[in-house]
């Protein structure tokens, strides 16, 4: 499955708590990190999500995909980005690897990007980059839209 990263919409870098305290070149976005906050920024799952065909009003808010309670809601489709536990779904090995990932307020976006490229990668995932400025396209070698 091809996922697209978007740096637009991109929300990065400011840790689980959003506080603003990482460099600029660590983080991006407005508002706090989410699968999509109230700026219109989604983190790297998010925008995965959306992809996946959730809507922006269901993820909202919401700050890891098992705060979506699909198992409750058998009409949205399957993510990715879930798996089953014991009583419920629980986030994903890949979405936890990612989340860490794109949360990290002490790596460059360059990082995050050949970071979270190698993971999905590994998953079996192609990730493409979008709108990306020219100062991440000189430090990390990703495919770029």
């Known amino acids: 499955m ?3 990263l978007d740096y637009k919409k991109w929300s990065c870098g400011n840790g689980p708590f959003w506080q603003d305290k990482a460099p600029a070149k660590n983080r991006h976005g407005v508002g706090k990190t989410s699968l999509h906050n109230e700026k219109g920024y989604s983190c790297c799952i998010g925008q995965f999500m959306k992809q996946e065909g959730h809507t922006a009003s269901f993820l909202k808010g919401k700050g890891a995909p098992y705060d979506c ?3 409750e809601h058998p009409n949205k489709p399957r993510s990715t980005f879930t798996k089953k536990s ?3 779904l629980d986030n994903s090995t890949l979405a936890e690897n990612a ?3 794109n949360d990290d307020e002490n790596t460059t976006i360059a990082q995050k ?3 979270l490229n190698k ?3 590994k998953n079996g995932h192609k ?3 979008k709108n990306f400025p020219q100062w991440v396209k000189k430090e990390a070698e990703v495919n770029y839209k």
């Open 113 to 115: 990007i050949t970071q």
């Open 86 to 88: 014991f009583i419920s």
């Open 119 to 121: 993971i999905f990668s």
């Open 127 to 129: 990730l493409s980059f």
């Open 69 to 71: 309670k699909l198992h």
């Open 2 to 4: 091809e996922l697209i």
């Open 99 to 101: 989340m860490k990932i």
